[in-house]
């Protein structure tokens, strides 16, 4: 007796033709994948950013209404965590001695220096914000890996790095220079000097005024504050947009919330990181979202010069 054994395999064009299904399910899977990890990432950040807000509010209610200095302070030794601003611009009787919410990254002897994540947060703890908020995990976005790699993330080329700061920044939020006490420039030609206020009872319409944002500068460490320009459609510093073309902010009412971007422009700066980038949308016209930052940057009353 003859048995015949038959093998039966695919075809060249079956194999293709499965190769081909297979592709167009990873393009379609994948980027899903990639929106999925993104909005995660944008829910920690969120949870991040309103638990400094709150800190950043009861503090104010434990300190006569009066919130903490908005700005980084660059001082190490007996002072790291504090600046003094020179009484004449406030005019006050003598300087001003103030709080700054987080201080400048610091060796284990207090000594300048920025190699490692332990080094920022040796700052952190010398701020006025530690004590309400001892997580410093709670500074980054889960999306902000800069302190891992720089080749990603590399330095601002446009940016003055003082020496000793390298590494890549870890703490992802800042506060808006309308919040701080550090004296403006001279002739204050973006005009935030007309409205800066220190108190939080200062606020108009607290729920649409932004304390905290994500920014992501090439200092290694988030220095000072973000400052705007009120006076004319152009951003002065970069903000980061870390979430599907969306960022997230914290209000003075103490919620977080994302702001997904309208104009290309604004998502280009966010990409170059470069200082007073032009607002404007070339390809439209378009300053809506500047028009939407100022309005909720400027805290209080907005005044009749801008």
Known sequence: ????????????IELLVVIAIVALLMSIVVPALKNAKRYATSAGCLANVSQLCKAWLLYATEHNDSFMDGDTS????ANAGYSVYDRAFWGESSNIR??????????????NRNDNIDDKVRGYERGAL????????????????????RAVYPLNS??????????????????????????????????????????????????NKIVFLEETDGYGWNHRTWNMNLRQPVWGDPFAILHNDSSTFAFADGHADRRKWVDQQTRDMAEAQEKNWSAVDPRSGSTEDYQWFRNAYVPGRKPSNL
Not at 1 to 12: D, P, Y
Request: glycine share 10%; aromatic share 10%; proline share 9%.
């Open 74 to 77: 660059d001082e190490l030794g």
């Open 158 to 207: 446009r940016t003055a790095n003082p020496p000793g700061l390298w590494i890549g920044g870890y703490r992802t939020y800042s506060i808006t220079k309308a919040l701080s006490r550090r004296p403006t420039g001279s002739g204050d030609p973006t005009g935030e000097m007309s409205v800066e206020i220190r108190k939080t009872s200062e606020f108009s319409n607290s729920s």
């Open 98 to 111: 103030v709080h700054n919410w987080v201080g400048r990254p610091m060796g284990p002897n207090g000594e």
């Open 1 to 12: 007796m003859k048995f015949t054994s038959h093998t039966k395999a695919f075809t060249l």
């Open 130 to 149: 530690w004590p309400y908020i001892q997580n410093p995990q709670a500074d980054n976005c889960p999306a902000d890996k800069r302190y891992l790699d």
